[in-house]
């Protein structure tokens, strides 16, 4: 009893310390910027750098480069994520039904750029983008045909085991069989069977995209990060405080995603 | 090869049974590669008729089914229902119930979102569709089950509610892709007789593959036995077991002694006995004759040429296995309760009863 009572205290006290180190390596960052962006001139601490970045006049009229980066990135990610699911889902659902041989082929392409840098990416995108900005205009939002390649393994991976858990061709099937045409099995049947692994794949790309800098910075396009970068040239202070007042906001919305996901899950097996 | 037909029995064509329709399969091929899974399949199905389709394991009664579904498709021939071809039209506007092996309850919806399913395409008035619902759960016995999702029922339930869900609509034909394979036995003889009972009464022709042989007796108007792509013998249960048109049949549906006996014309000598020999017979020679365990009478006799391996009680039935003299095995069907009175070693004599079989050639 006593000898299991000191494990348990042992392995309880491992677990803390874990806990802490991590906690601390996440910690410590936050605590510096905050730190830092309350520095006064002179010594002491003020918030004077808080009130500018939320007194949105200002921001408009001094840092117009956040204000485009900030709309730019919210614009990117609701792309990039719908892109993202409108080419992946029926296409990874049809492979499943109709393809199961290029099933590992597909895993390959998707996975592939986990293993080519940005830089070399942005090599190979580059002739395509002039053409993208002589058809389609210099707007930052196309950068998101390139944010969808970025995210692709990631999202591969969530979906591919949300439609692993589920005998898609069955159910497809037998939507198939009561008079389903494909658009409807894939919004029906499909798509509220693979939510969750939808939300986690969504999860993923909002996270990739909103951290993005190398890809945009290299093509010169506006997003958050560029425009961070950029106003850490001219107020370190207000950079910082920006970086982490939309860590934050990411770190809300993923948790809302999150939230989203299981709320739905738990009030099904309630409703049950 | 030019498809040959099996006609159709009397009291299953004219008027037909409740709304049922005709269904018909002409000269099917469907190949995957080497493999031929369909090898010219003609099956003609009377309106209201329940046909099954029973064979091992790549037979391609599977494929038979899912091209007549159209979730396959045949690399040549026909597919008629009531009269019209529909060879070509898609899955979803072929007016088809179906019920498939493994559980296809769409497992976000309750039972009766998954029954309504079907009539919520068709566009059929919400009031309605709440009748047809409540009326279909009411025909599975399932009506308190309703709100139920699909993890929270048995196995049984859930093909039940799949069976309701295939006929909301009702289908023109009801396909039953072995749907009791992967219950236990006891649920499954209990939802091969509700099968039964349903179909009876909404009358749709149905179609159903399985490779349980009991099953397929059971439930069928007619059984037919495929092997390697084609209909092997398509005939009521009871002629598919007593008259089996060829040694596979023979062997496949039910238990058949093989033993060696001399054919002279329209019957054949076996251990000393006439047997009456069944239409395709080996006339002439030297002689395979298929013979079911209970065409064979068992006697205790010590001077009988046959000795006793074992004697097994199942049940309802008893099992006896003997070797004669010359060296062949012969299973006999005895009463259960005569059962008890042999044992291994005892010497018996061996009787053919006079009940028609099938000779073959020796060497098949």
Not at chain 1, 119 to 130: H, R
Not at chain 2, 188 to 208: N, S, Y
Request: include cysteine.
């Amino acid at each position: 009893m006593s000898l299991h009572g000191t494990r348990r205290r042992r392995q309880a006290g491992f677990r803390w310390a874990v806990v802490g180190v991590i906690g601390l390596f996440f910690a410590l960052p936050i605590v510096a910027m905050v730190e830092f962006t309350t520095r006064a001139p002179g010594g002491g601490r003020t918030l004077d750098t808080w009130a500018t970045l939320f007194n949105f006049s200002v921001i408009d009229a001094d840092y117009p480069e956040l204000q485009h980066g900030v709309l730019a990135s919210a614009g990117l990610t609701l792309l990039t994520v719908t892109i993202m699911l409108v080419m992946l889902v029926p296409t990874m659902t049809w492979v499943r039904l109709r393809l199961p041989g290029v099933r590992r082929l597909v895993e390959f392409i998707c996975l592939l750029p986990l293993t080519i840098p940005a830089i070399v990416l942005v090599v190979g995108l580059a002739p395509v983008y002039a053409w993208v900005a002589y058809f389609l205009g210099e707007s930052s939002l196309w950068l998101a045909l390139a944010y969808v390649i970025l995210v692709l393994p990631y999202a591969y991976r969530a979906l591919d085991a949300g439609l692993g858990a589920i005998d898609v061709k069955t159910l497809a099937e037998s939507a198939r069989s009561l008079g389903a045409g494909w658009p409807t099995v894939m919004w029906r049947i499909i798509l509220p069977n693979v939510r969750t692994a939808v939300l986690s794949a969504a999860f993923l790309s909002v996270a990739l995209v909103l951290g993005e800098f190398t890809i945009a910075s290299l093509f010169s396009r506006d997003n958050l990060q560029v425009a961070i970068n950029l106003l850490g040239k001219r107020d370190s202070s207000l950079a910082i405080a920006a970086a982490l007042a939309f860590m934050i906001l990411a770190f809300v919305v993923l948790l809302a995603m999150s939230f989203v996901g299981s709320s739905r899950r738990s009030s099904r097996s309630e409703e049950s | 090869m030019s498809p040959t037909r099996t006609p159709v029995p009397d009291q299953m064509t004219g008027t037909g049974r409740g709304r049922g329709v005709a269904v018909t399969l002409s000269d099917l091929r469907r190949s995957y590669g080497p493999i031929r899974a369909l090898d010219g399949l003609t099956l003609d199905i009377a309106p209201g008729e329940f046909v099954a389709l029973l064979g091992p394991s790549g037979c391609g009664k599977t494929t038979a089914l899912r091209v007549l579904a159209g979730l396959d498709d045949a690399d040549s021939g026909r597919v008629e229902v009531g009269g019209k071809d529909i060879t070509s039209v898609p899955t979803s506007a072929r007016d088809m119930g179906m019920v498939f092996q493994a559980y296809s309850l769409f497992p976000h919806m309750t039972a009766r979102q998954n029954v309504e399913f079907g009539l919520q395409l068709r566009r059929i008035p919400s009031a309605r569709r709440r009748e047809r619902v409540a009326e279909m759960l009411d025909l599975v016995e399932l009506s308190d089950h309703a709100d139920r999702y699909a993890h929270q029922m048995s196995g049984g339930q859930q093909q039940r509610v799949a069976l309701a869900r295939a006929l909301a609509i009702e289908p023109q034909v009801l396909l039953l892709d072995e749907p009791l394979s992967a219950l236990d036995a006891k649920v499954r003889v209990q939802l091969r007789d509700e099968i039964r009972r349903i179909q009876l009464e909404v009358g749709t022709t149905t179609l159903f593959v399985t490779h349980d042989q009991e099953e397929a007796l059971a439930v069928a108007d007619r059984v037919g036995v495929m092997r390697a792509g084609n209909l092997e013998q398509l005939a009521s249960p009871h002629d598919l077991y007593a008259r089996p048109a060829t040694a596979f049949v023979a062997d496949f549906v039910g238990l058949t002694n093989r033993l060696h006996a001399i054919a002279e014309g329209d019957h054949a000598i076996l251990l000393g006995t006439s047997v009456p020999l069944l239409p395709g017979s080996t006339q002439h020679g030297p002689a395979l004759l298929l013979i079911r365990p209970e065409s064979i009478e068992v006697t205790a006799d010590p001077t009988g040429r046959a000795t006793v391996i074992t004697a097994s009680f199942l049940g309802s039935t008893g099992r006896l296995h003997a070797v004669t003299d010359s060296g062949e095995t012969v299973v006999a069907q005895i009463d259960n309760d005569t059962v008890a009175t042999f044992y291994p070693g005892d010497k018996v004599t061996l009787v053919p009863r006079p009940n028609p079989a099938l000779a073959v050639a020796a060497s098949e």
